[in-house]
Nanobody, 116 residues
């Protein structure tokens, strides 16, 4: 059984930065994919960023150049460094893990609010 716990959300002013963390517990099958998604009020959950077991990354166009996804395999933790935050980045951010053996797991989400 895999569990994902996100942390690091909060209130930040436009132009500011936050770093989200997602800590995984349990036995992780490799290879696996780690993702960040987000869901704003009244909107569907949307893809933000992805990182594979070998460190390859992929980003949604609206975060390219502002957000960086990374992972620490020893700590079984994935990070999302968010810079130049905008009010439209306000959402609940979710961590997801996928592997062929285990399928998909989601964290409970962490709230990010960008406001002056």
């Amino acid at each position: 059984q895999v569990q994902l716990v996100e942390s690091g959300g909060g209130l930040v002013q436009p132009g500011g930065s936050l770093r989200l963390s997602c800590a995984a517990s349990g036995s992780l099958f490799s290879p696996n994919f780690m993702y960040w998604y987000r869901q704003a009020p009244g909107k569907q959950r949307e893809f933000v960023a992805q990182i594979t077991s070998d460190g390859s990354t992929n980003y949604a166009d609206f975060v390219k150049g502002r957000f960086i996804i990374s992972r620490d395999r020893a700590k079984k933790t994935v990070y999302l460094q968010m810079n130049s935050l905008k009010p439209e980045d306000t959402a609940v951010y979710y961590c997801k893990m996928y592997s062929l053996r285990d399928g998909a797991y989601w964290g409970q989400g962490t709230q990010v609010t960008v406001s002056s």
